[in-house]
């Protein structure tokens, strides 16, 4: 944990939580905004029926719990959904470099819809973007809808975190 940067030493004292910042969210988003785009696009390029299926079951969890406003359900079926983008991407490389940035982004993932629920309607409209343009094989609009829907969820929360 302390390699993926949720964890800081500090000497005698031992292991501390990292703490939450804005700076730290800003240094995570700004790497984790064009991998994800690329996750992405290689995920149409490569896509599988099945793995199609996968994520239109995950998008249907996403958006139940997101109609019933479930935080919880709502995070973990939205990670679900990410990590299968990264595996049907089929890039080991991709997926290392994602795997440790997913982990600091997920903390301020979930922050960010138990302060701002409505960010549930922003991801899972995206996501049904991402889902089409991923099944049509439209590797640009998988791509810059990823990217776009990134962005603005992190420019939505970055001022809620303060150095």
Sequence with gaps: ????????REGAKGLNVAPISQRDLDEVYVCRIPLEGIAAAEAAMRRSTESIKVLGRIYDQMLKAQQ????????????????????TAMNATLVRLLDGLSKQAQRYRY???RTFPHLMDLS?????????????????????????LIERSWLTIRDCFHD
Excluded: C, P
């Design 1 to 8: 944990m302390e390699s993926d940067g949720l964890l800081t």
């Design 111 to 113: 922050a960010a819809y």
């Design 68 to 87: 019933a406003r479930e935080v919880r359900d709502y995070f973990l079926a939205n990670v679900a959904f990410t990590d299968t983008i990264h595996a």
């Design 124 to 148: 899972v409209e995206g996501s049904r973007k991402i889902v089409d343009a991923i099944a049509a094989k439209d590797a640009t609009q998988a791509r810059a809808v990823t990217e776009a």
